[in-house]
């Protein structure tokens, strides 16, 4: 063998060499990586899990209404006069029969003196015809006088008879006019401004053009109305047709018990009941109105305020429920995610009904009491996912992360 050929000999050794090193590094760099990968892996999530809480519930429908005063006055003058006096503060809780305005009373004094004067000489005349009358009669008889004179005297007895009466009827029109230049609060409640100052001259009486000078509306109780459609309606009526007042939906309104809240509220903490529920139904709404009373011994609602109201829409019955942040949305669809057997998240599609005060929703269909359902950590659990659970309110699983901790891979 010469020396071209040796050299070509080593080269290609030399290159079988390099590659199968090449082909050695790579094999163990690929074993590393796989190890690497299988100590990397993290374990599954752990979540906590809980099953549907059962409770006697009721549903409850939710309306928007205003409220309105039990009682609505304008406080207008009944006779005409000059505003004298003033004797309450804008804004001010009135009591019935409270002194609010005064009226220059000396006219209408004058008349009823003049009134009285007028009574006095009535009944002075009538005691002089009623004692010629008394003669006339035995004059009559012993025929001193004649016929025609005797019925004179009883005509003019008659006639006295009847200008007393009509004396006393103009002195307590002339006493009632003097009353009425006091105006008094009618009911008890919250008066409004003055809209008349003192010193200007009120038109009373009972025609259209009289002067309104205050409203008051009473404040407790106080009336709450909102309207509700026809389905609900018919609801309501069938649900009377199980209640101790009968058949009718006016009496089954009566005394119902409601709840209320303001704009600004959480919950619904007022309780009422309700009054009346009107006998027509709008025929350009579609709805029917409804009314319910609440005491408002603070004055706290005012009339004109919106508030929701809560009415009872159907009997108690058993419910399954579960916190509100388990349920999750997918479009226009709620589910629950639960975890089966294998410890797979699955995921149950549900029909809500309301939240309660103490955070749980009623669920009407879709979910079994003995289900399992993820109540925290419901973002880490994807359907078809294994998770690690564990039962609310039990200690953590030992080398488990805890359930509100970010999965080993999130913290890399």
């Known amino acids: 063998m010469n ?12 290159a079988l060499l390099r590659s199968l090193i090449v082909m050695s590094l790579a094999t163990l760099v690929v074993g590393c990586g796989e190890s690497e990968q299988k100590k990397a892996a993290p374990p599954p999530p752990s979540v906590t899990i809980a099953k549907p809480v059962k409770r006697t519930v009721a549903d409850f429908d939710e309306y928007v209404g205003r409220f309105v005063a039990v009682n609505s006055v304008e406080v207008r003058a009944r ?50 015809t009623e004692a010629d009358f008394t003669r006339g009669q035995q004059l009559v008889r012993d025929k001193t006088i004649t016929d025609q004179t005797f019925e004179q005297r009883s005509q003019a007895y008659r006639n ?11 002195l307590r029109t002339s006493e009632l006019d003097l009353e009425f230049t006091e105006l008094r609060a009618p009911v008890t409640g919250r008066i409004g401004d ?31 109305e909102f309207t509700f459609d026809e389905a609900s309606y018919l ?41 009346f529920v009107d006998n027509v ?44 942040n388990a349920v999750g949305t997918e479009q226009a669809r709620k589910f629950v995610s639960v975890v089966n057997a294998d410890n797979v998240v699955t995921p149950k599609y549900v029909t809500l009904a309301q939240v309660l005060p103490d955070g749980f929703r009623v669920i009407k269909d879709g979910l079994s009491p003995d289900d399992r359902v993820i109540v925290n950590g419901l973002l880490r659990a994807r359907p078809g996912q ?22 080993a891979d999130a913290k890399k």
């Not at 050299?7 to 290609?12: E, G, L, R, V, Y």
């Not at 008349?196 to 407790?220: E, K, R």
């Not at 294994?386 to 999965?407: D, H, L, S």
């Open 160 to 170: 006295s008879q009847a200008s007393v009466s009509n004396a006393e009827a103009a």
């Open 79 to 128: 006779v005409s006069g000059y505003l004298e006096g003033i004797h309450f503060k804008d804004g001010q809780v009135v009591k019935q029969g409270d002194l609010l305005f005064s009226i220059d009373k000396r006219p209408f004094q004058n008349a009823v003196d003049q009134g009285r004067a007028n009574l006095a000489a009535a009944k002075s005349n009538l005691a002089f």
């Open 194 to 224: 003055r809209r008349v100052s003192q010193g200007n001259l009120v038109t009373g009486g009972t025609g259209g053009n009289t002067t309104l000078l205050a409203t008051i509306v009473s404040t407790d109780p106080i009336r709450f």
């Open 281 to 324: 139904i709008d025929r350009a709404t579609g709805t029917i109105r409804g009314r319910a009373v609440f005491a408002n011994p603070n004055g706290v609602f005012t009339v004109g305020m919106f508030a929701r109201v809560r009415v009872p829409g159907s009997p108690p019955y058993e419910a399954l429920l579960v916190p509100d």
């Open 386 to 407: 294994k998770v690690t659970p564990q039962e609310q309110g039990a200690a953590p699983t030992p080398g488990a992360p805890a359930a509100g901790a970010p999965p």
């Open 3 to 14: 020396i071209p050929q040796i050299q070509s000999f080593i080269s290609a050794r030399a």
């Open 235 to 275: 609801r309501y009526e069938r649900l009377a047709k199980g209640s101790p007042a009968g058949d009718d939906i006016a009496s089954r309104g009566t005394g119902t018990k409601v709840s209320l809240k303001l704009i600004d509220e959480k919950d619904f903490a007022h309780e009422g009941s309700m009054d």
